[in-house]
């Protein structure tokens, strides 16, 4: 997990904010305090969970290390008190957002890498772990996930994976792959929604 | 499993009312045979089947003891050609839910920590062991999980875990913490129905 | 997962029509080209992991072996350019699916025995690793999954998987029990489609 030497701190960070996402969608769904826990902790921790199940990594990180749950939990709370001034701060929680989003993707497939896969799974595992918490979140709101909705989401998330696996198959600083693909992912994400772009549909659907 | 002299039978209790509650759901949503199947299925396996994957204590439970399958197999029977009993019986039907509920989080919370897992990880795994079933259930017929909406629901579930986390730190006899945990689980969901218990909602969306 | 001596040629032919109808359906509810590709893969791929998983044989042989995700990734593109012919050829594609559903609950269940599980539980798990991915293909965009639909879907897989099982009792050659398998449920699968059956739905909801 720890891709960087500060790994464990941008880890945690990512898990907060990704279970702040499931913690505001629940306020706006207007569940009470367990139905804001539940969603925060699936947001946060779904995707690490199918990666360490998938690579069988059992217990996975989010059971044997306390510290996820705790970010998780932490993410509940701020969105339960603080979900006036968070839903206020839209512009620093999508850019954290962003962010997590990479660490996600550079994670899981630095893992998968380092569990023996080739390098066109371990990019797949590192999208899976970048769009899993998101997907059952929206999933148990019976809502389309963001990942099928907001187009460029995953594509995001492809190129950050795709660095590590550039980078593991030219031999590079792990930590300084691993800072590049965070950085691609976070940025292509950030400038896709201040440009709103969107990917090609199907030819006849358009 | 057996987390009481009696454990196997409670577990496949447990398994046999919460499958009940998938095959009345299909029958409401009139589903034919299959349909009542699978969602039984689902209902009374898949939150042991959530925790052993999780724990890597693969192939799960449900699937190394046919008898798991067998209890959830009845059910759907039952659901078939009794649902029109079962729907009178929703009083008897709701407490053995809660005790399936109380079963299902000591269980999931023993199981963990006889994995070697930490008291914070322990507790929330038996939570998802006790909802997970009734989760799959309602995701696969597209309603918002009842977790989310019946709001002490997951807290009963914590209660039960807590109680087991709290007799394992003070070495008390397993099977005794057990059963205290079932019917401290059972108990509380039972009054909280009774009585209408409401958790609180975040501070603006009241 | 090689049941037959055609086994991974038949395998991916399996993975790619099932990713067939997760791309279709993506693009009925036009959905952009990572859309189109999640659905695809999720549907290609889900129902495979969710048996190893299950068995604990990670990571499984979606990860494992670069093939599968090919395939998966190739039916993505002919949904994408080609969803207009596809549209058209509805009966070819029905009897491919029928052919993956008969495969899919053919090699699970075999996996599973050759894993250890007893008949049953070797049956449900071939079930659910036909049924699976179309499974989770329906639930990301939110409609009652097929399985819970389309009334003889789950009927089929349980012929396929009965087949082995049987075969597996009797001690008859693998390679013929395995294509009598997959011949029974794709028959089985197709006739009940052209013949409109139904299943029983409970007594009072007639």
């Keep these: 997990m720890q891709v960087l030497p500060l790994g464990l701190w941008l880890d945690l960070l990512g ?3 990704f ?6 969608l629940a306020v706006r769904r207007e569940l009470d305090v367990f139905g804001i826990t539940v969603l925060a902790v699936a947001a946060a921790l779904a995707g690490g969970m199918l990666r360490d199940i998938a690579l069988g990594a059992t217990p996975p990180a989010a059971f044997a290390d306390g510290c996820y749950l705790v970010a998780a939990l932490g993410s509940a709370l701020c969105a339960f008190f603080g979900h006036r001034l968070i839903a206020r701060l839209n512009k620093p929680v999508m850019i954290l957002d962003a962010i997590g989003l990479g660490l996600f993707a550079v994670s ?4 998968a890498l380092s569990f023996g896969l080739d390098p066109l799974p371990a990019v797949v595992l590192g999208i ?3 769009v899993g ?3 059952v979140r929206d999933v148990l709101v019976a809502e389309v996930p963001r990942v099928l909705r907001e187009e460029v989401y995953a594509l995001a998330a492809l190129l950050g994976a795709l660095v590590v ?3 593991a198959a030219l031999d590079l600083n792990e930590g300084w792959t691993a800072a590049a ?3 691609a992912a976070a940025a292509f994400r950030i400038v896709s929604v201040w440009r709103g772009w969107q990917a090609p549909r199907a030819p006849r659907s358009r």
């Design 128 to 130: 899976l772990t970048a």
């Design 108 to 111: 899981g497939c630095g893992k």
């Design 133 to 135: 918490g998101g997907t």
């Design 181 to 183: 693909g965070v950085a």
């Design 165 to 167: 696996v550039l980078g």
């Design 19 to 24: 279970g702040l996402s499931g913690g505001m």
């Design 15 to 17: 898990t907060f904010v």
